[in-house]
């Protein structure tokens, strides 16, 4: 059976974030991953992100903007 369990390894030790349920003992394997930062972007859409001459317009990006639920009878003009 294999499990994986997200830990941090640091000064030669690896730390587990949690403990594996009914291990006692067993082999391990350990796979290093690079440390980046998650890419955070500040739209949802963007300029070119599709693919071909399907690119993405400024229409695009306004259809995209909420503008209200005009349902839920909240005032959103302000």
């Avoid at 009914?22 to 350990?30: A, T």
């Avoid at 998650?38 to 992100?49: A, E, V």
Wanted: aromatic share 10%.
């Amino acid at each position: 059976m294999l499990q994986s369990i997200e830990g941090i390894y640091k000064d030669g030790k690896v730390e587990l974030a949690e403990l594996p349920p009914d291990v006692l003992e067993s082999r391990v394997i350990v796979t290093f991953l690079e440390l980046k930062n998650p890419l955070q972007y500040s739209q949802i859409m963007t300029f070119g992100m599709f693919s071909g001459e399907n690119q993405s317009t400024e229409d695009d990006l306004g259809i995209a903007e909420f503008h209200g639920d005009r349902e839920d009878y909240l005032d959103w003009s302000k």
